[in-house]
């Protein structure tokens, strides 16, 4: 069930106390994909996991901005603190838990908000308001995680698979011709990059050109089976 979709009485009468919380970004993804594209695969990923799981489960609005700073030299990135962030995720969990839904997944799209997620789940975990974890469907894909960059195959893949109207494809080689290979800047194992404009041109990393439609539908299929799979350890999970 869709939260925003719902009235209160029927979500008065849904019978489960797990809810999903997808996360995401509002960041620049290079010439050829939108803004938004953290969170709309957040929540395509947190749906098709609902879809695929074998009971009910409440899905919550997405959150579309996130911890993001390094994306700033990019015009339309937006972006909090990660103080900011956490509590907003901390307290919309608190607002799920009010109702009943104290056992919660988010889903997670962007990886700069996965520290400060790991944080927010631990503490509501630690007090007792709510059990949470977080899960962030680009590492949870298998041999494909391998792939991932900015803008690169996996996040082009999906959004070819979900929302192929907002990928632009006449831009794709531009996006190509000025993308890094990999994220950061490297040395001793240390990342001397903080802000992603000082090692990609165009703020891509990989190859979108590899990310078809083909490939999105299977990488949506492996992160809704994971996801599936987490949400049936939360269920059963003892708190005790």
Not at 53 to 67: E, K, M, N
Not at 171 to 177: F, H, M, S, T, W
Not at 193 to 212: I, L, M, Q, R, W
Request: charged share 25%.
């Amino acid at each position: 069930m869709r939260l925003s979709e719902a009235t209160w009485t029927e979500v008065a009468d849904l019978d489960t106390d797990l809810a999903l919380l997808p996360v995401g970004s509002t960041e620049q993804h290079g010439p050829h994909a939108p803004l938004g594209t953290d969170a709309l695969n957040a929540e395509s990923v947190a749906e098709a996991g609902a879809e695929t799981f074998d009971s009910d489960v409440l899905v919550a609005p997405t959150i579309p901005v996130g911890v993001a700073e390094e994306h700033r030299a990019f015009d339309g990135t937006l972006w909090v603190s990660p103080d900011t962030f956490r509590a907003y995720v901390r307290e919309t969990i608190e607002s799920l838990a009010h109702h009943g839904f104290d056992r919660v997944v988010v889903v997670n799209g962007h990886g700069g908000n996965i520290e400060a997620l790991a944080e927010c789940c631990r503490r509501l975990s630690r007090t007792g308001e709510a059990y949470t974890v977080s899960f962030t469907w680009f590492n949870a894909v298998g041999d494909h995680s391998s792939d991932m960059g900015h803008g690169g195959p996996l996040e082009t893949a999906l959004l070819r698979h979900t929302h192929p109207e907002l990928v632009r494809e006449d831009r794709i080689d531009e996006a190509r011709e000025g993308a890094a290979d990999r994220w950061g800047e490297w040395v001793a194992g240390v990342n001397l990059a903080h802000d992603s404009d000082e090692f990609t041109e165009n703020g891509v990393v990989g190859d979108p050109a590899d990310g078809d439609a083909e490939r999105g539908a299977e990488l949506e299929s492996l992160a809704a089976e994971s996801l599936a799979k987490l949400l049936t350890a939360v269920r059963e999970k003892s708190l005790d």
